[in-house]
């Protein structure tokens, strides 16, 4: 069937696993929408789809795309606008770069990523990729602020079926390393422009000679936005790495790193290559000229830098010095010790807000080398929200850890709306190209924030507008309203840019009457106070910026719920309109591994059971669409279901993956719409497809248990072939046969 010019639900085609198992599940979803003249279309958001529209000049016109991230952004500042989003990747330059390969080896002609661009060509080539890296799709979909939280339904049955959490002992060694100044905390200015200062802004660096270099023009500032600046001294983080590594040592536990430079694309992999540089000092000190040669570039990770260390004529001599220095630094924290993945091996491995809740679910535990368990010195550079871990580290070891079957919920509504607070990510990131200063001045001539800068340093400006401000804290004040849950504005008075929010937050409590029902406390004070009143048994409303924001709706949900995959998040778009988002994506890597060698998919799809359900709802009120409601009551069925009868996906190869719980889902919407009496039609027409359903049971699931453990050909990773995908993904021909 042709897809509608406008359809009334978009579902995103994205990347990895959340892909994967939609190849199963978006041929269920359509089946079941069509009956009530609900039509679901596509958009290509994934790595691949985004490189391709990109670089249309060679490819034939089978293999051009339009592009859908460009759509989307304007469909989404739209009254009609109902997407549901799944999570795709934002790429590193090493995910970025493979993605290039496979699709160069599949026939696409595109142009190969520059790493150090010098013709105009080339800078020109890099500045089209390096707008694909890192958070390049959220920042466009997200028009509207965050409301994230458990299901109820989800949060109930992992209070009934709690997953398993590690011991924490008080003498644990395991701890938070920070900065003690010269990072992005300690550096910051804020401002809220004002009408004088409204319009044009412009970064400029300014050398020592008063050379002036224009870093980002014509950038508008609008009256009411808080801008922000800082910098991060590229002196005192090596200093400060080096000190982790020897004090790592002397203690006799773990080294890690944990950053994100997927979300920060400029900023992170900097911070990261520091690390790697501070690691590997002495190689790089004794063998520069070699590793200059081969292009190495740590900031690509450990892996790159071995790689092209494996192809110099003297590899050998420097590999030996590497074994040599690795036998004297301390032991380094493991992404895959099977594999010999470092924590530094891969930037885009070591996520922040999956890698820390996991340390601190496993009781302040992570695995060496060998795959031994042990305590770790968790290394987060900059002030900004490294508190939050540090305080739920000293809680833990004080407390033991959380008890899932007891503890309450923290949910989150996050300022993200109109790219509020996109650290590092922007282009309003730069690293100093030589000592000098780097200042924003004003469409009026002002010079707003300026700072001192020395080679390297790491500098950011971010903005927040005046409409995204308002539109949250008013969502802050209807969410309390409804919950009566304590609600804390998670903002520091003596940070510069929470301080202006600050200003903004009090005033509007004030005026509402509603000051009373609402805390304002620092990161360090807010999280204790969560982690208190959860463990209570009650719940708690964190309001936060963006960047925390990503990282809470991840720590309290991998606590409390063993997973952040299952959060139900609804973006409530300022124009009207609905994006819906089904959860974390950091562990589909892993997934889609277990995929390719095993036939299994342990990817849970309960976000997008949830999202489903709430998307057909916002759907029958906006264009009252009665059948549509009922559709998404019915969903709503399914999904308790799935939870209630324990069909989520099992990890193990040979028990129910993501393709079982599909069955079960589509299975438990039939019944569910069979047996409702507010739609006699949609009764009438579900009842035979829920007896054939369930009629069927033993023929779908043998199916679909044959299918497993053989290698699965997908045909390619960021770009898979649709035909093979849908042969690892769609195995049962009885199931096949009744949903069409």
């Known amino acids: 069937m042709a897809e509608k010019s406008n359809p009334d639900i978009l579902y995103t085609i994205v990347d990895e696993a959340p892909e994967l198992a939609s190849a199963s599940f978006l041929p269920i979803i359509r089946k079941f929408a069509a009956a009530a003249g609900v039509s679901v279309g596509t958009k290509d958001i994934s790595l691949a789809g985004r490189i391709i529209s990109t670089f249309p000049e060679n490819l034939t016109d089978a293999q051009r795309q339009s592009d859908d991230l460009a759509e989307l952004g304007e469909l989404v500042k739209t009254p009609s606008a109902n997407v549901i989003k799944l999570p795709n990747i934002s790429a590193s330059v090493p995910q970025l770069v493979a993605a290039i390969e496979e699709l160069q080896g599949q026939g696409y002609d595109i142009p190969t990523y520059p790493e150090e661009p010098a013709t105009d060509e080339e800078k020109m080539i890099r500045a089209r990729y390096d707008a694909i890296k890192g958070s390049a799709v959220n920042p466009v979909l997200r028009e509207g602020n965050s409301d994230r939280r458990a299901a109820r339904a989800v949060k109930n049955f992992a209070q009934k079926n709690p997953h398993s959490m590690g011991t924490w002992a008080s003498d644990s060694k395991t701890h938070v390393s920070s900065m003690s100044g010269n990072d992005f905390y300690s550096n910051e200015k804020s401002a809220t422009i004002t009408a004088a200062q409204a319009g044009t802004a412009k970064i400029e660096f300014v050398g020592k000679d008063g050379t002036v270099t224009v870093l980002k023009d014509a950038w508008p500032l609008e009256e009411g936005t808080v801008a922000d600046a800082t910098f991060m001294s590229a002196k005192a983080l090596s200093g400060f790495l080096a000190e982790q590594i020897e004090a790592t040592k002397a203690d006799g536990i773990m080294f890690s790193l944990h950053m994100k430079a997927t979300m920060m694309k400029v900023s992170d992999p900097i911070i990261f290559g520091h690390a790697v540089k501070a690691w590997l000092a002495p190689i790089f000190d004794k063998y520069a000229a070699d590793l200059d040669a081969a292009g190495v570039n740590p900031n690509s990770g450990m892996g790159d830098v071995l790689a092209r260390i494996a192809e110099l004529p003297n590899a050998a001599a420097i590999q030996g010095d590497i074994e040599a220095l690795t036998a004297d630094r301390p032991a380094m924290y493991m992404v ?337 719409l069979a047996a409702q009496t507010d739609d006699a039609e949609l009764a009438a027409e579900f009842a035979p497809v829920a007896a054939e359903l369930a009629g069927q049971e033993a023929a779908i699931l043998s199916e679909l248990a044959a299918a497993q453990g053989p290698v699965a050909d997908l045909g390619g990773y960021y770009k898979t072939d649709p035909a093979k995908t849908a042969a690892v993904m769609r195995p049962s021909a009885t199931l096949n046969a009744i949903i069409g």
């Open 336 to 672: 895959d010790s099977d594999k010999g993945i470092t924590n530094l091996h891969v930037p885009s491995d070591v996520i922040i807000d999956a890698s820390m809740p996991a340390v601190i679910r496993a009781g302040g535990k992570g695995w060496d080398a060998t795959g031994a368990k042990g305590d770790v010195n968790c290394v987060i550079p900059d002030n900004c929200y490294a508190p939050v871990y540090d305080e739920s580290v000293k809680f833990f070891k004080a407390n033991g850890a959380l008890d899932p079957s007891t503890a309450g919920a923290v949910a989150n509504v996050g300022l993200m709306a109109q790219k509020a607070e996109e650290y590092g990510s922007h282009p309003t990131t730069f690293q100093a190209p030589a000592d000098g200063t780097i200042r924003i001045v004003l469409a009026n001539g002002e010079t707003l924030h300026s700072h001192e800068v020395e080679r390297g340093d790491i500098w950011r400006s971010c903005t927040v507008k005046k409409a995204p401000i308002e539109n949250w804290i008013q969502l802050a004040m209807d969410r309390q309203r409804l919950t009566g849950s304590e609600a804390i504005f998670w903002l520091d008075a003596s940070r510069a840019h929470d301080a202006q929010l600050i200003a903004y937050v009090k005033p509007a409590l004030e005026a509402a009457g509603v000051a009373d029902n609402f805390l304002i406390m620092a990161p360090r004070e807010a999280t204790r106070q969560s982690l208190e009143t959860i463990t209570a048994g009650k719940d708690s409303i964190a309001i936060t910026g963006n960047v925390l924001r990503d990282y809470l709706t991840d720590l309290f949900p991998i606590l409390e719920l063993g997973t952040s995959a299952k959060m139900l998040s609804i973006v409530k778009l300022m124009q009207g309109g609905g994006l819906f988002e089904t959860g974390a994506g950091g562990s589909a890597p892993k997934h889609v591994q277990q995929l390719v060698e095993e036939s299994h998919l342990r990817w849970d799809s309960m976000g997008e059971f949830c999202a489903l359900g709430e998307s057909l709802n916002f759907l029958a009120d906006a264009q009252g669409n009665a059948k549509a409601g009922v559709l998404g009551a019915a969903a709503e069925v399914a999904t308790q279901g799935i939870l209630d009868d324990n069909r989520s996906p099992s990890r193990k190869v040979g028990e129910p993956d993501n393709r079982d719980s599909h069955y079960w889902f589509s299975r438990y919407w039939a019944e569910a």
